[in-house]
Each structure stands twice: as C-alpha cells, then as structure tokens.
C-alpha cells in the first residue's frame, strides 16, 4: 500500500492529511510515560471531584458507554470523542447532549475530532480515562496509546482480531500494571450477579468436577450497510466493519466472545486444541465481505474434557443464547436472565434469577471506582485469552485443521493493514478449509502507519 494517502473521495467526512508512522508514534509516547512516571503526576490524582472522559469509536456501544460512564458515578464528564467519520461523531455528540445532563456532556467543537488519528487528540486531551469502542480490529493500537499517555481504559469486547493483536494486548496489559493503570473490558457476564454467584458454585464443586461443557450463540442476522456510490474500499469496509475479519474478527469473535468468556471463566485455563467447522450458507452476497454465517468448534481441555461451542448468524432460524456446564454430580445452566445448577436427579442446587442489574453500568461503576481509590483493575490478560480463543475456533473452521493453543499463541498472522488510508485495499476474499493457513498476512508488510 502506498505510503502517501490516496485522494479521498468528495463525499468522504474526512480529509486527506500526512501519515504518521505507529513506531515514531509509540517512541514518542512511550518518551512521554517514561516522564510521568517519574514525576509521579500519572493519570487521575485519587480524591478528585471530577474524572474526565474521553470515547474513542462513537457507533451505537461507544455511544451507550459515554452514557454509562456518567450514570454509573456522580463527578464524570466526558470531555472528548473521536470517530472515524464525521457524521457518526456528530449523531453520538447530539444523542449524548439530550440523554445526560450539560454539565455531565462537555464536549466542544474543538475536542470533538475525525479520521484514523482521532484516538491520538483524544489521548491529548485532558482526560483521566478512555472508552475505547471502535471495530475491534483497532483495539491493540488504540489500547497500546492509551496506556502509554498514561490513561485508564474501558476497553469494548474483544481485544484483537488476530494472534500478533493478542499479544500486543498481553504486552500492553504488563505496562498498564506497571504503571498503575486500570483495564476494564466489557465482558458483561462477568458482572451479572446470577453468573457470578452461579460460576462461584461450580469452582466450588456443587456440581462436582467438570467434565463438559455447551456454549451457544444461535440468533438471526445483524445490520448490514450497503456499499454506496463513491465509496473507497477502506470507508465502505469501516462503515461495514462487521463483515470484515481484520475488523471484526469474524463473529465468533466478535459476538460469541461472551460466552467463550464465560467459557474460560468456569475453565479458569485456555483449551488445549479446537477442531471446528464453519462457512457461508446464507450470507454468500459480496456484500457481506467475508466473514462466515456460522461456526461449530470442539474445544479440547486438560484430561480430554471437551466444550462444544456453536453460534450461527440467520434469520428465521431457532435462537438460543446460552451456556451449559456438565458436572460429575450436576449440571448448570447459564442464561442471560438466570441460573440453575441441579443435580443429576433433578434436585435444585442452586437457582437466581437475574435481579436486573445493568451490566452495561456496572462495568464503568466498577473501573471508576477503581481510578478513585488507586486500586486498579486490569482485566486486559483475562479479555486477551477469551479473544484468543475465539480466534483459535475461527481458524480452525478456516484452515480446517486442529489448532493448538501453542500453535495459535504463537502464529505470526497479522490482519492488520501496512497503513490507515482512504483507497483501495486488497480482497482478502473468503476463507476456504483445505487451502487457508493460519500464518498469513494478506496486507504488505511494509511498516504500520497512520493517515493523520
């Protein structure tokens, strides 16, 4: 890809500038870190009034994030949002303005910012704490920066969308432990009481031991933004970010990631190997770019305890949103509004209805709460595993091969694109089992840069 950005076309919301190169940008900051954490002036000072923040990605989650972050704690301002494209920043800043209050909602025309450096002006701003809500294919750069300006970050589910992401979510959570910063991600289960108190049983063996496991995430199809006249590959692939692995990291990452979560949270370990199967029945358009319509994964735990995991994205079909775990004495189910562990006679062990808690709040409540009292959260290695293991599913219904967490862990596959720029892009075209392999990087690889 070239490194001078193509023009951009005339009903683009963003405006042609220079590039920046992602090395220089994170020497720079990681110059900048090194200084606050010597002078001990980092982030939010504990017993302020007021915690400032900033939202990167202003689709509908970001939007609903800014909102939380406010009713979750009293003293919170957002102060600064970035979208990539003009007119999306501009439904969430009016949406934000009649849903909070103004002195909540302080958001001015100069620190409202566009394009693929917009996360960097944020991170300028005078803020204690980033929303980060972008595709997730984003997630790895922007959570990086964020760390290194030194803020704390609510990071949206999942982290990455490919094996080098993952590990730089890894390496990036390290530095935010060693600097003292928070990493809440926006796995919601995780803070719903039924699941908590219902995971809290089975470590604890009401089930008895372990020894399966059913994930599902079974529901119909998901918006779809059709290609308009005009339009570069790079914006109609953004505005479509759903449909595009290197943005999403296919559906099995990208939505199903909550119950592979809860999957990992009752595991307490990540599989040893996945044997899946998946493709394109329903959605076979080009206008889905893609991704596939459905997946079907055995994951493979310690002693040959196995987890099926399926999810499918179609209309018309039967839903089931899910989670049951097989004990040696019970078995539980995890829903979204309860959870019922019984014994295999059908003795009640266990029953909570969910008492209706906005998650959704609660994860804001939890990190603010956090930054207050400089005990930080970091969530970061929790989130990067259960993404991971999305992507483990994804590729082994991909390639068609057994993959191995080792194997995964450390493949060199990088989705991301040599450069953020209005144009043309490559097709990466759609995965076939059989001829895909795992270790693949379809952009160049010439080094990562920006278009500021």
């Given amino acids: 890809m070239s490194s001078t950005p193509p023009k951009v076309p005339a009903d683009s919301a963003i405006s042609p500038v220079p590039e920046v190169s992602r090395r220089a940008f994170l020497k720079t900051s990681a110059v900048a870190t090194a200084g606050l954490?010597?002078?001990?002036?980092?982030?939010?000072?504990?017993?302020?009034?007021?915690?400032?923040?900033?939202?990167?990605?202003?689709?509908?989650?970001?939007?609903?994030?800014?909102?939380?972050?406010?009713?979750?704690?009293?003293?919170?301002?957002?102060?600064?949002?970035?979208?990539?494209?003009?007119?999306?920043?501009?439904?969430?800043?009016?949406?934000?303005?009649?849903?909070?209050?103004?002195?909540?909602?302080?958001?001015?025309?100069?620190?409202?910012?566009?394009?693929?450096?917009?996360?960097?002006?944020?991170?300028?701003?005078?803020?204690?704490?980033?929303?980060?809500?972008?595709?997730?294919?984003?997630?790895?750069?922007?959570?990086?920066?964020?760390?290194?300006?030194?803020?704390?970050?609510?990071?949206?589910?999942?982290?990455?969308?490919?094996?080098?992401?993952?590990?730089?979510?890894?390496?990036?959570?390290?530095?935010?432990?060693?600097?003292?910063?928070?990493?809440?991600?926006?796995?919601?289960?995780?803070?719903?009481?039924?699941?908590?108190?219902?995971?809290?049983?089975?470590?604890?063996?009401?089930?008895?031991?372990?020894?399966?496991?059913?994930?599902?995430?079974?529901?119909?199809?998901?918006?779809?933004?059709?290609r308009q006249p005009g339009m570069s590959d790079m914006e109609w692939q953004c505005r479509n970010w759903y449909y595009f692995t290197w943005l999403s990291g296919d559906h099995i990452v990208e939505q199903f990631v909550h119950n592979l979560d809860v999957m990992h949270w009752v595991f307490q370990e990540p599989p040893q190997k996945a044997l899946a199967m998946g493709g394109r029945l329903v959605r076979v358009d080009p206008s889905y770019g893609h991704i596939y319509d459905h997946f079907s994964v055995e994951y493979e735990y310690e002693g040959g305890v196995r987890a099926e995991a399926k999810c499918r994205q179609m209309d018309n079909c039967q839903v089931r949103v899910t989670n049951r775990v097989i004990g040696s004495e019970g078995v539980a189910e995890l829903h979204p509004r309860y959870s019922i562990l019984r014994a295999h006679d059908g003795t009640v062990l266990f029953e909570s209805p969910e008492p209706g808690n906005n998650a959704y709040v609660q994860e804001h409540s939890d990190l603010i709460a956090a930054i207050r009292a400089g005990t930080p959260i970091n969530e970061a290695r929790q989130i990067a595993e259960s993404t991971l293991i999305g992507i483990m599913g994804r590729e082994s219904a991909y390639t068609g091969q057994e993959i191995t967490w080792e194997q995964v862990m450390a493949s060199a596959q990088n989705l991301t694109p040599s450069s953020y720029a209005f144009g043309e892009v490559p097709s990466f075209g759609v995965a076939q089992p059989g001829k895909t392999v795992l270790d693949r990087t379809p952009w160049s690889t010439s080094p990562f840069s920006v278009s500021r």
């Fill in 37 to 226: 954490m010597a002078s001990g002036n980092f982030a939010y000072a504990a017993g302020s009034d007021v915690l400032r923040v900033g939202l990167v990605g202003c689709g509908g989650r970001g939007t609903g994030a800014a909102r939380d972050a406010v009713v979750s704690s009293a003293g919170v301002e957002v102060v600064a949002m970035a979208d990539l494209f003009e007119d999306r920043l501009d439904r969430s800043r009016a949406a934000l303005a009649q849903e909070i209050s103004a002195e909540a909602f302080r958001v001015t025309d100069s620190s409202a910012f566009t394009g693929f450096d917009g996360y960097l002006r944020v991170l300028e701003s005078d803020i204690d704490m980033v929303i980060l809500a972008t595709p997730p294919g984003f997630r790895p750069l922007h959570l990086r920066a964020a760390v290194e300006a030194g803020k704390h970050v609510f990071a949206e589910k999942p982290v990455a969308v490919d094996p080098t992401g993952v590990r730089s979510i890894l390496e990036t959570g390290a530095l935010a432990e060693e600097s003292g910063l928070s990493i809440v991600a926006g796995t919601l289960y995780r803070r719903q009481p039924s699941f908590m108190e219902a995971i809290q049983h089975i470590h604890d063996g009401t089930i008895g031991r372990v020894v399966g496991a059913e994930h599902y995430y079974m529901t119909g199809s998901i918006w779809l933004r059709p």
